[in-house]
């Protein structure tokens, strides 16, 4: 009997527990309704001020400038926005995720990264007058255009070491590349000459001294450079016969010294200005026209934020330059101009040190 009673108790222990868990006082209902009104009141006040603070930001800020990308497209691919703050708003209207950047030659200003299908995103910076690269979609995409005014209240900025970063990257690769190039020549050279092909060596050589002397601004202002491209220059002045003799370990020790140097933009256009102003030959060289051509046209983007109306003439300079290239002409007002850019981008002494 006592088994039995202890059994039925737990049972009716174990039916009763139910029922004391669904129980609810009314005051605990009122307090819990209460806690949930309190948490979305929260909640939306959270929202209200979130969103209020949003537009009054927007308010505060610059006007945005509405950028559609595409795989291989911008919209607009011309920008021409005031030198300062701007704000972009750039909407990805392809069909994979993209990105969005401000490039000054090599160097990524802005960027905007994993901009998803139909999704924007919003880039605001500080912009100095220059022109710009855009990528618009894919980075192998054309480029767009981005031109950014000086303001005509404000005054030109100084520029920095830091400012002279992109440029001299840029220019370093391209020494890389046409030293790799000369090199190959002279395999070539060196190639043609051992199997007596005196046709095949001629031309190695005609295009070794080509490559060379669009290496021959970065020696500036360099006696051990410019040394070594005086010996390489001579060398391939001979016949193809006597142009390879003993002509590597000179072209190897001026790769090196050359992949060690940084050439600052006042350097590469002491250069420049020095192929134009040749006192050698009545017009420039094809090669050394085309050397100074491409320093110009490096240098342009960093000239437009310190000197707009310089860079605008060098451009139309530049324009002018195949159907004028003699020192009388187009080549002279280059030459001119170019020593108003060298001086428009040198860096005082403090600034160098810095």
């Not at 190639?191 to 295009?207: C, I, L, S, T, W």
């Not at 450079?225 to 072209?251: H, M, R, S, V, Y």
Request: hydrophobic share 45%; with cysteine.
């Amino acid at each position: 009997m006592l088994a039995l009673f202890l059994t039925g108790g737990r049972e009716r222990q174990a039916l009763a527990a139910p029922r004391l868990e669904t129980r609810r006082s009314p005051r605990l209902r009122l307090v819990g309704i209460g806690t949930l009104l309190l948490a979305c009141g929260g909640i939306g006040a959270f929202v209200y001020a979130a969103g209020t603070g949003a537009r009054r930001s927007a308010a505060a800020g610059t006007t945005d400038i509405a950028i559609a990308i595409t795989d291989r497209t911008c919209q607009p691919a011309v920008l021409t926005v005031p030198a300062g703050k701007a704000s972009f708003v750039v909407t990805n209207r392809g069909e994979r995720v993209l990105e969005w950047e401000i490039l000054d030659g090599v160097m990524v200003l802005e960027e905007r990264e994993n901009i998803a299908p139909g999704q924007s995103r919003r880039l605001t910076t500080q912009l100095h007058a220059g022109e710009y690269a855009i990528t618009c979609g894919l980075l192998s995409a054309p480029r767009g255009r981005l031109i950014v005014q000086a303001s005509t209240t404000q005054p030109r900025p100084a520029l920095t070491l830091m400012d002279m970063v992109g440029p001299a990257a840029e220019y370093r690769a391209f020494l890389s590349e046409r030293s790799a190039a000369l090199a190959k020549a002279l395999d070539a050279l060196e190639q043609a000459q051992g199997v007596g092909d005196v046709q095949a060596a001629d031309k190695a050589r005609h295009e070794a001294a080509a490559l060379l002397s669009g290496l021959h601004p970065a020696t500036a202002g360099n006696a051990d450079l410019d040394d070594l491209f005086g010996k390489l220059q001579a060398a391939l002045t001979e016949d193809a016969a006597n142009a390879a003799a003993g002509i590597k370990p000179a072209a190897e020790a001026f790769r090196t010294a050359l992949a060690q140097r940084t050439v600052l933009p006042d350097t590469m256009l002491a250069g420049a200005i020095n192929l134009l102003s040749s006192p050698d030959s009545d017009t420039g060289t094809p090669e050394d026209i085309t050397a100074a051509h491409d320093i110009a046209k490096l240098l342009l983007p960093l000239t437009a934020r310190v000197d707009p109306e310089l860079a605008g003439r060098i451009r139309t300079d530049l324009v002018a330059l195949p159907n004028d290239a003699k020192p009388g002409g187009a080549l002279r007002v280059l030459a001119e101009d170019l020593a108003a850019m060298r001086k428009a981008l040198t860096l005082s002494e403090a600034e160098r040190k810095s």
